[in-house]
Antibody
């Protein structure tokens, strides 16, 4: 069974840093591209970062570029999102998702809440 | 403002059919057959319902179907059931997006 489990969220002050982790199981993690998608309270979905299976290609949304860093450890089956210089508007539930079938996210984690507030 | 345009809400009675539209441009919906639809119940993660415009993942009811015409994709749910009440999001590959994935703003489906 494919499972994705995020961790590392919480309450952080503006300007602070957090690192999210996503533990994968039930599939060959090293064969799949991965996304981080976030959802602000009461709002829609936003894809904020993408990483290829070999780490050769990485993309960021303009809203997080220069502040967030995506990475992965294929041996440990872990996906990461390092978030620096956090802003109030980064408050959201963050999901990791597996990519397949033409940029489709076929499996999602349960999500982790990040609250940026003073 | 989301890249893809969806109606904010739709509603239908049990047993009826509804259709949710998702309008983009030639740089996303109209240019590629990479449209997906996700169902999200309150407090839960999105679940994939349709991919590549009209393909259903294993386990998804055949009451759900997808189509596309020009720059507009559609999700049709037939034989509405109470459990279908949820938010629905479309997504597409987008050549103009820095992450190459764009979403619609979401549609709240109410089963009357």
């Amino acid at each position: 069974e494919v499972q994705l489990v995020e961790s590392g969220g919480g309450l952080i002050q503006p300007g602070g840093s957090l690192r999210l982790s996503c533990a994968a199981s039930g599939f060959t993690f090293s064969s799949y591209e991965m996304n981080w998608v976030r959802q602000s309270p009461g709002k829609g979905l936003e894809c904020i970062s993408y990483i290829s299976n070999s780490v050769s290609t990485i993309y960021y949304a303009d809203s997080v570029k220069g502040r967030f860093t995506i990475s992965r450890d294929n041996a440990k089956k872990l996906l990461y999102l390092q978030m620096n210089s956090l802003r109030v508007e980064d408050t959201a539930v963050y999901y990791c998702a597996r990519i397949t079938y033409g940029w489709t996210s076929d499996y999602w984690g349960q999500g982790v809440l990040v609250t940026v507030s003073s | 403002q989301s890249a893809l345009t969806q109606p904010a809400s739709v509603s239908g009675s049990p047993g009826q059919s509804i259709t949710i539209s998702c309008t983009g441009t030639t740089s996303d919906v109209g240019g590629y057959n990479y449209v997906s639809w996700y169902q999200q119940h309150p407090g839960k993660a999105p679940t994939l319902m349709i991919y590549n415009v009209n393909y259903r993942p294993s386990g998804v009811s055949n009451r759900f179907s997808g189509s596309k015409s020009g720059n507009t994709a559609s999700l049709t749910i037939s034989g509405l059931q109470a459990e279908d009440e949820a938010d629905y999001y479309c997504s597409s590959y987008a050549s103009s997006s820095t992450t190459h994935v764009v979403f619609g703003g979401g549609t709240k489906l109410t089963v009357l």
